[in-house]
């Protein structure tokens, strides 16, 4: 704010105000307008769906997931979306065929200190026979060998929550959750196939998360192992359309 010396005057030149402010006749310039982009809208909006889904899965996943309260996996979760929704919105524009494996979410790990993708027995098959129905299945596995499991683990518990998020509308639904207990042993195993009602829109975007439990002998008793470097979680499948 600047006075006005040898004037009195009251109105707008060019970029300029002149105006009575308690009695001094005082002059500043115009604010100076940032008209945004529509890239820069668009970033924008991308990011606040992004931050909406980030936080509405990891409510979902919190029963299996060993790192819920830490909010750097919020964060990372929140950026592996909006680079995704960025993504798609250019392929999308160049009518590029979506690939099997979808950047950025396909193998995210919710626990940092253990890898999920590391446990090479957890390859889930995840098809859909008819509309309204999906099927998660499993090659056979030996537990003692293919799942890092401790020496003194009773079984091992592979939780799975199968989630359908609309991009468009930021939400997120919980088509269903399935759980299989595999005896620690050093025969053959082969997992059920689980059957869950898909519910989501054919165009939603459809994530299998999955954790991988361990229930060890201690002290006479079984319990859940509460190492979070045995505790990996994290996306296995993903689709989209």
């Keep these: ?16 105000i002149f105006y009575n402010f308690r009695g001094e006749y005082c002059m500043r310039t115009k604010p100076v307008s940032v008209k945004r982009t529509r890239a820069s809208v668009s970033s924008g ?24 309260s830490d909010m750097r996996v919020l964060y990372r979760l929140t950026a592996a979306l909006n680079k995704f929704i960025t993504w798609k919105e250019k392929k999308d524009a160049a009518s590029i065929k979506m690939p099997d494996k979808l950047p950025f979410i396909s193998g995210f790990q919710f626990n940092d200190q253990a890898d999920l993708s590391s446990i ?20 056979p596995l030996v537990p003692s060998q293919s799942l890092q499991a401790p020496s003194n683990t009773n079984s091992i518990l592979f939780k799975m ?38 519910t989501s829109k054919p165009e939603a975007l459809v994530i299998l998360v999955m954790a991988v439990q361990y229930m060890v002998y201690k002290n006479s008793e079984v319990e859940l192992l509460n190492d979070k470097r045995k505790m990996p979680c994290g996306i296995v499948w993903t689709r989209n359309g």
């Design 120 to 139: 090479f027995a957890i390859r889930p098959s995840v098809k859909s026979p008819y509309q309204g129905l999906t099927e998660i299945s499993f090659t």
């Design 1 to 16: 704010m600047g006075r006005q010396r040898d004037s009195k005057l009251v109105g707008t030149f060019g970029n300029v």
């Design 161 to 198: 929550i199968l989630l359908g998020v609309s991009l468009d509308n930021a939400e997120t639904d919980t088509p269903g959750k399935a759980e299989i207990e595999i005896p620690y042993s050093d025969e053959p195993f082969q997992p059920p196939v689980i059957s869950i009602p898909a």
């Design 45 to 68: 909006l991308n990011f606040g769906k992004a931050s909406k889904i980030s936080a509405q899965i990891r409510k979902v996943v919190a029963p299996i997931n060993p790192a819920q």
